[in-house]
């Protein structure tokens, strides 16, 4: 993913504030996904470092990231925990009130890249980023998995449901879920002026689906593409790919 800003301090006066560029929640369950270790910063076309932190929201709100810190629990440990019900080897259980009634989590984990910025009075500053994405996938599953899964949040419609089973194999089929969190963009002042996505297929056969208020337009048979002025997201981005298994 690669994307670059133009932010303007309107004011009269100089800004050193922090910004916090945050991924979407981690996802736990029977699935893998690599972690974000190449994010790379540029302002002004000079190299940023960042700061890496990872955030733990209890219900979406409450920041609990010191208290889970304290307990020694990590990531690894979360996910073997909503996995196979594991408790941390010689570390304290979790919290009731952080846990559902199904003794599923009820926090959210997410990492955050952090980094001082000056912003000049009246001035502008470009800022740009780039990383490969986290990607939650897994050995092939069920056509009827993948479409109870997802339908929802990344809009399976009928005709996509049945290009999806088209492509299910003895094993099912491989499937792959990105997302990325666009609605932050609706803090700043205004709409973006200049939206531009891309996205792009391994092969023509592939299917992706996503929930998305602006029309792609194909451009070839891997490429999707849309443009537009003053665009303001509702939802953030939540991409499904689906093909058929290799083996």
Known sequence: I???YVFTNTIQQDLDVPVAFPMPPMYFGMSDHNEI????????GKPQKTEHKLVVLLDDKTDISDK???LGWSVEDV???MQYEDLAPGKPPLPAEWLDSNNAIRFTMSNYFIWQ???PAGKSVSIRHSYTPSVTSGVPQPASIIIGDYAKSTCLD??????VKKREGEYGVDWANLR???TTANNWQGAIKDFQLTIKKQAPTDVVSLCFDGELKKTDNLTFEFHQKNFKPSRNLDLLFVRKPSL
Not at 37 to 44: A, R
Request: glycine content about 0%.
């Open 37 to 44: 270790e190449n994010f790379k910063l540029w302002v002004d």
């Open 2 to 4: 690669q994307v670059d």
């Open 180 to 182: 990325y969190i666009l």
């Open 68 to 70: 889970l810190a304290a």
């Open 117 to 119: 910025q000056h912003f």
């Open 158 to 163: 009928k005709q996509t449901q049945a290009a």
């Open 79 to 81: 996910d073997s925990f």
